[in-house]
């Protein structure tokens, strides 16, 4: 990974237990030097859009440590559309959208990332992912997990 000037040095000269928080989820003091990464992803067993981005985001974390950099997970899972057909839970579905966005926004301001992978499939999660790239203004890599797996056949 390119040499740059790690975002989170200025914020922990200010906060020693910013390191503490980081060691205590298992990462080392060589870690806490490298490039911080965000990999964000809408991983949720509960439909299939989004069933399969765990793995997806798991393969980033390892393109992360080949670069020299050190990445961190989270997920803000989304609703599936055609789960939402034909109820009030259809009110919910442009709602979800703010809110991955909103999510995506808290994860990357607590903590001084030096960049983020998003990773989404389903028509909400996917403009939520760019929408709060874009808020965020930190370079971003997108990777869209593709069409859903077929059901049996």
């Known amino acids: 990974m390119a040499q740059l000037k790690q975002k989170s040095a ?3 000269a200010l ?3 910013f390191d503490a ?3 205590g989820t298992g990462w080392v003091e060589e870690d806490i030097t490298k490039p911080q990464i965000l990999i964000e992803d809408v991983y ?4 299939p859009g989004s069933y399969h981005l ?3 985001s798991e393969q980033a974390k390892y393109g992360v440590f080949e ?3 050190k990445p961190a997970q989270f997920h803000a899972t989304d609703i599936c559309d055609g789960c939402a057909q ?3 839970g259809m009110n919910m579905i442009l709602a979800s959208r703010e809110a991955i966005c909103d999510m995506v926004e808290c994860h990357v301001s607590v903590n001084p990332w030096d960049g983020m992978i998003l990773t989404a499939s389903c028509d909400k999660s996917i403009p939520a992912h760019l929408k709060a790239a874009a808020r965020m203004d930190i370079p971003t890599i997108f ?3 593709g069409s859903m797996r077929p059901g049996p056949n």
């Not at 949720?44 to 439909?47: A, E, K, L, T």
């Open 10 to 12: 200025p914020q922990r």
């Open 15 to 17: 906060w020693a237990q």
């Open 21 to 23: 928080l980081q060691l």
């Open 44 to 47: 949720g067993d509960s439909h």
């Open 54 to 56: 765990n793995q997806i």
């Open 67 to 69: 670069c020299g950099g």
């Open 86 to 88: 034909g109820h009030d």
């Open 143 to 145: 990777i869209p997990g």
